[in-house]
């Protein structure tokens, strides 16, 4: 029996939610009162039903329970890779790249890609989420093509971005493995739509499907994030054991049961007075690029300048990504004493997967000494609680979000209650949480800007914009 088959121990892996510090009765005048939770009951019902109406649309709420055959898949492709290759590398962009890069980083060692081959078990991992002509040509000198596998990720399968990655890739394989390039090629893509699909059935390169209507940053829970998890050795089955685990919790109906409708509460009467600015703060480096992920999915899905009924409204609030303690002697000096305008939400960790002493050396400095015989895991404890307190002693607004421990059933719980609490908090802003029309724009223009047939208008458009005004450059 796997351990997340056990009850009793999911329960003791389940995540905690805190929000002592939002509230009135401790944050003071900038708190949040009860009472406004019950002045908005009905609202909350209502978005509350339209969740549970809207549940089999939101095809992302299924792959935690859907995917027998394709997680089987995967982790006999991934036994493949680990055995034969000595590298993974990602191109993909946004939701193709967030989730993966953050997966890795919270499960897998912290210094993976440099650990020696026998103790990594595995290839190293590459996600190469830009098109910096540096970084692509010093990928090429850390990497044998011969050894590689690229899984070119792209829902749309047009991404300018991952796309370009893809024609380097093929060039790099044809000049090194010749006609055996394809089997360095993994196409991760929608099963119709799009050029990667027409490629990939074309050279019968090797293919897993984003699901339809999975959009980009929904999609970690499915062959974007499980493959590169599964290669790099992670439990892809109690990744997705944990998000069941949260949506079952999340599935309540009553906001004040439910963690994630709680916090998109929260985060929305925080952002009606006031507070555009979301700050995430893990205390763990595992966890550090869990903000980079959370900061697409807060950002693209609520910061959209429509809402459902057409009225102009510029949602959104902006994510803001710190890593305790390192930000504490950067960020949380504003924190405390600038503006009104952010709620942090600290992310802790009851047990961390080590334990390091801190040593005597100088026992005769006692402003040195104190250290000495407490723990690391004591002192970045300690650290977090001491900022809690900081920040709700000068009267800003925080919430923690406990992990019992960072493995894969806490962490799907992670990804789970953060993409549930967007969603509910779309539903209370009357917006599209889904759609990103605001990066289309920018794909347009970057087509028009390149040539790519069929946007001659756009690239009209670009050229008829308004020329630079000398007076205005130094
Ligand atoms: O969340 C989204 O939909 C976007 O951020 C996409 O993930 C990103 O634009 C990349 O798109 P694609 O996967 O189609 O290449």
């Not at 980083?105 to 190293?124: V, W």
């Not at 000198?141 to 024609?167: C, H, W, Y």
């Amino acid at each position: 029996m796997k351990r997340f088959e056990d009850r009793q121990w999911c329960d003791s892996m389940r995540l905690r939610v805190d929000y002592n510090n939002m509230m009135r009765e401790f944050a003071g005048q900038h708190g949040i009162s009860e009472d406004a939770f019950s002045a908005r009951k009905a609202q909350y019902d209502a978005a509350a039903c339209r969740m549970e109406e809207k549940r089999s649309t939101m095809k992302w709420r299924a792959l935690p329970f859907q995917q027998k055959e394709v997680v089987q898949e995967i982790q006999e492709t991934a036994a493949w890779v680990r055995a034969n290759c000595d590298a993974f590398v990602v191109l993909g962009i946004g939701g193709s790249a967030l989730g993966p890069i953050a997966v890795q980083q919270a499960l897998s060692h912290l210094r993976y890609n440099e650990l020696p081959t026998e103790k990594r078990g595995g290839p190293k991992l590459y996600v190469e989420d830009n098109v910096d002509p540096e970084r692509m040509a010093s990928l090429r000198d850390v990497i044998d093509p011969a050894r590689t596998i690229f899984n070119v990720i792209t829902k749309s399968g047009s991404t300018s971005e991952t796309m370009s990655q893809l024609l380097w890739a093929t060039a790099l394989l044809k000049e090194s493995v010749g006609e055996a390039w394809r089997d360095h090629i993994i196409a991760t893509t929608d099963a119709e739509k799009g050029n990667l699909i027409k490629i990939a059935k074309e050279n019968a390169l090797r293919t897993f499907y984003v699901p339809d209507g999975v959009g980009g940053r929904f999609s970690e829970l499915c062959p974007v994030g499980l493959l590169a998890a599964a290669v790099c050795g992670i439990d892809i089955e109690e990744l997705l054991a944990g998000a069941a685990y949260m949506d079952g919790l999340c599935s309540e109906h009553d906001v004040l049961k439910n963690p994630a409708y709680m916090l998109a509460a929260l985060e929305v009467l925080a952002m009606e007075q006031g507070c555009n600015i979301s700050v995430l703060m893990p205390y763990a480096d595992s966890l550090r690029f869990m903000s980079d992920w959370y900061a697409q999915l807060w950002a693209e899905s609520l910061g959209k300048r429509y809402a459902l009924d057409g009225s102009e409204i510029h949602a959104g609030q902006t994510p803001v990504k710190a890593l305790g303690v390192t930000d504490q002697h950067s960020q949380v000096q504003l924190y405390t004493e600038g503006p009104f305008d952010k709620v942090i939400t600290f992310l802790g960790v009851d047990r961390y997967r080590t334990e390091v002493v801190i040593p005597h050396a100088y026992d005769h400095i006692s402003d040195v000494a104190f250290l000495s015989g407490h723990t690391f895991n004591a002192l970045i404890q300690a650290e977090q609680l001491a900022t809690e307190y900081a920040v709700l002693k000068s009267g800003h607004l925080s919430k923690t979000i406990t992990l019992p421990e960072v493995n894969a059933f806490t962490l799907g719980e992670l990804i789970c209650l953060f993409e549930l609490q967007t969603a509910f908090a779309g539903e209370l802003l009357g917006i599209d949480a889904f759609n990103q029309p605001g990066v289309e724009e920018g794909k347009k223009a970057t087509y028009a800007l390149l040539g790519k047939p069929g946007y001659e208008q756009k690239k009209a458009e670009l050229a008829a914009r308004p020329a630079r005004n000398a007076r205005y450059q130094i």
